[in-house]
C-alpha cells in the first residue's frame, strides 16, 4: 500500500458545508434576531444575535461545549453560512450568555414559532393518523452527577441531575419548549407555567398550518384535576379545539377488591391474550369540579397466572392502569384511546435525541440559567435539523438509508451536515463546491435550491 503525503493546502475547505443550509432557516429569524438587537444593545463587541448564531452554530453539530467555537476563528465559511458579523471567543460567548441568559430567553419562543410558521408540508408533517395533532408533555432526566451545578438534585430516576420538561408538537417531534428544570422538582409541578408559554404557540401553529384539533398527551406523573383544569381553560372560540389524553395513576386503589368484584359479575367480558393472561377493558364518566364537557376514564385490568417466560405465579399479578380523556367515545372507543396512548411512547426517541446527538446530557454551564438558554437554543437547533431532514433525507435522490418516516437528528448531521466542501469566490460570487464522489450532493444542492427560494 501506498503511504499518504499530508500537506496543508492553500485554498478553504470546510467538514460542514451543512451549515449553508442552516443558514436558510436563520434567514427566515432575521426580523426576531433584528428585534433582539434593539432591545439589547451592545456599545461595542459582538451583537448578541451573533452570540445566538454562533451556539446554534455548535448546537446543530452536536456540540454544546463553549470551547468548541475557537475551531471556527477565523473560518470565513461558519461566519457567511449562518450570517455571522462578528464571531464572538469562547470567553466572549460563556460570559455573555452567563450575563444576558433571562434577557436572550424571552425572545427563544419567539424563534421557535417563527421557525414552525414556515413549515408548509404542514399536514403531512404534523399531524398523527386520527387527524388529531398530538402535543406530548413529558419529563426526562440529565445525569450531571459530581458536579455542583445549580439546581442538580436526586431525580427519580437516582442519578444526580436535572429533569427538564419537553413539550414536541406533531408526529415528527418539534419542539416548542425544553424548559430546565432542577432534578427534585415534580414533573407536576408549576407546569402550569410552561403551558402558558406552549399551548397557545401550539394552537396558534395548528391555526396557521394543518387546522387540526390538539391532543394534549401527559403521563401519569401529571395526573391531577387541577393541570386538567388548566388544559380545559385554553378551548375558546376562535382558536383550534384542545383535548387531552393523561395516563391515569392509580395511587392507593385496592386492585384486588376490584379484581374480585371484576370476577364475580357476569357481564364484565375477559380476552385471553395467551395461556396464563386474562385482560378486561371498561369505562366510567369523569366529574372534574370546573370542567362542563364530559370526560371518561378508559380503565384496563390485567391479570398473569403465568409470566412470559412460562413460569407459573403462585399468586396472580394484578395490574391496572388508566387513562382520563376528554375525547368522545363516539371518535375513540377504549382500544383505541390505549393506542393513541401507547405512541406517546416515540416522545421517549426525542429525549434521548437532545442528550446524545446533541450533546446535552451533560450541561456545560454551572450557572442554572445559562443552562435554561442552553436548552431553549437546544430545542430551536433540533427543530432546524428536523425540518432539514424531513425535507432532503426521504426522497429519491437521498443517501441510501433504509425506509422510515423520520430520521434521527444524527443521522441529519451525517447526511447533511458533515459534508465536505470547497469555499470558492469568483466572479462576486460565493461557491461551495462539493465533491465528486458525494453521494448527498444531489439531495443537498435540491434542498438549498427549495430553502434559498423559500427564505430570500
Same mark, same amino acid.
Given at each position: ?21 442552516? *443558514? ?62 462578528? $464571531? ?29 410558521? +414556515? ?31 445549580? *439546581? ?8 444526580? *441531575? ?17 424548559? $430546565?428544570?432542577? @432534578? ?12 402558558? /408559554? ?18 394534549? /398527551? ?13 388544559? =380545559?381553560?385554553?378551548?375558546?372560540? @376562535? ?36 395461556? +396464563? ?19 371518561? /376514564? ?15 405465579? #403462585? ?21 383505541? #384511546? ?27 454551564? @454551572? ?27 426521504? @426522497? ?20 447533511? #451536515? ?5 469555499? #470558492? ?13 458525494? /453521494? ?13 427560494? =423559500?427564505?430570500?
Amino acid at each position: 500500500m501506498r503511504p499518504f503525503i499530508v500537506k496543508q493546502l492553500d485554498y478553504d475547505l470546510t467538514p460542514v458545508a451543512g451549515l449553508a443550509l442552516v *443558514g436558510h432557516h436563520l434567514n427566515r429569524l432575521a426580523p426576531v434576531f433584528k428585534k433582539l438587537d434593539g432591545a439589547l444593545p451592545v456599545r461595542s463587541g459582538v451583537a448578541n444575535s451573533d452570540v445566538l448564531r454562533s451556539y446554534l452554530g455548535l448546537l446543530v453539530q452536536g456540540k454544546s461545549d463553549f470551547d468548541a467555537i475557537e475551531n471556527f476563528r477565523g473560518d470565513a465559511f461558519f461566519k457567511q453560512a449562518l450570517g455571522i458579523k462578528l $464571531l464572538p471567543s469562547s470567553p466572549t460567548l460563556r460570559q455573555r450568555m452567563d450575563a444576558r441568559a433571562g434577557d436572550l430567553f424571552d425572545f427563544l419562543p419567539t424563534l421557535i414559532e417563527t421557525l414552525l410558521c +414556515g413549515v408548509r408540508r404542514a399536514a403531512r408533517l404534523w399531524c398523527l393518523a386520527l387527524r388529531w395533532l398530538a402535543l406530548d408533555v413529558d419529563t426526562f432526566t440529565m445525569d450531571n452527577g459530581d458536579t455542583a451545578k445549580d *439546581g442538580v438534585g436526586r431525580t427519580y430516576t437516582g442519578v444526580d *441531575g436535572y429533569c427538564p420538561l419537553a413539550a414536541c408538537l406533531g408526529s415528527h417531534g418539534f419542539c416548542l419548549e425544553l424548559a $430546565l428544570r432542577p @432534578g427534585v422538582q415534580h414533573s407536576a409541578s408549576e407546569t402550569q407555567f410552561n403551558f402558558e /408559554r406552549v399551548i397557545p404557540m401550539a394552537q396558534r401553529l395548528s391555526a396557521a398550518g394543518p387546522k387540526a384539533p390538539i391532543l394534549a /398527551r401527559l403521563d401519569s406523573g401529571f395526573d391531577s384535576a387541577a393541570l386538567m383544569r388548566e388544559i =380545559e381553560s385554553y378551548n375558546r372560540a @376562535g382558536v383550534p379545539q384542545l383535548d387531552c389524553l393523561i395516563k391515569w395513576n392509580p395511587r392507593s386503589s385496592d386492585v384486588a377488591a376490584l379484581a374480585e368484584r371484576l370476577d364475580a359479575d357476569t357481564t364484565t367480558i375477559w380476552e385471553h391474550p395467551r395461556a +396464563g393472561k386474562r385482560v378486561t377493558l371498561w369505562e366510567q364518566a369523569l366529574h372534574i369540579e370546573g370542567i362542563e364537557r364530559p370526560l371518561r /376514564r378508559v380503565l384496563r385490568l390485567t391479570e398473569r397466572t403465568i409470566d412470559a417466560q412460562g413460569q407459573l405465579l #403462585i399468586e396472580p399479578k394484578l395490574t391496572l392502569d388508566g387513562w382520563s380523556t376528554s375525547l368522545s367515545a363516539q371518535q375513540f372507543d377504549a382500544k383505541a #384511546i390505549i393506542a393513541l396512548y401507547a405512541d406517546h411512547g416515540t416522545h421517549e426517541q426525542f429525549h434521548s435525541e437532545f442528550k446524545t446527538d446533541l450533546d446535552l446530557e451533560r450541561l456545560p454551564s @454551572g450557572k442554572f440559567d445559562t443552562n435554561y438558554l442552553v436548552c431553549e437554543l437546544a430545542a430551536l437547533a433540533m427543530n432546524i435539523l428536523r425540518l432539514m431532514g424531513q425535507a432532503g433525507l426521504l @426522497g429519491p435522490d437521498a443517501p441510501m438509508r433504509h425506509a422510515a418516516k423520520r430520521r434521527r437528528i444524527k443521522t441529519v448531521m451525517q447526511e447533511l #451536515i458533515y459534508r465536505a466542501g470547497r469555499l #470558492i469566490e469568483h466572479g462576486r460570487r460565493v461557491i461551495l463546491g462539493l465533491g465528486a464522489n458525494d /453521494r448527498a450532493a444531489k439531495a443537498f444542492a435540491r434542498l438549498h435550491g427549495e430553502l434559498f427560494a =423559500e427564505y430570500t
